[in-house]
């Protein structure tokens, strides 16, 4: 697979693109290893259970800021 010269398209494009691609994956053609589908079930537990803290944009941003100082 060539990868064309991108830099010729405008950032929506380049989104648009982005979004056709991933919508061609279809969901059932990733395979999990059976530790990483009992993880993020795990996962989404605790998360309907109200049991995992959640984290805006800002608050990630901002905690990816302080530790690469």
């Known amino acids: 697979m060539e990868i064309?010269?991108?830099?010729?398209?405008?950032?929506?494009?380049?989104i648009l693109l982005a979004?056709?691609?991933?919508?061609?994956v279809a969901k059932s053609e990733i395979e999990l290893s059976c530790e990483i589908e009992m993880e993020l079930d795990h996962r989404?537990?605790?998360l309907e259970e109200g049991k995992t803290?959640?984290?805006s944009l800002d608050e990630v941003k901002?905690?990816?800021n302080k530790i690469r100082k």
């Open 4 to 14: 064309k010269d991108l830099s010729k398209y405008s950032n929506a494009e380049k």
């Open 19 to 24: 979004e056709q691609l991933w919508d061609s």
């Open 44 to 46: 989404l537990q605790l």
């Open 53 to 55: 803290t959640l984290y």
């Open 62 to 64: 901002s905690h990816i």
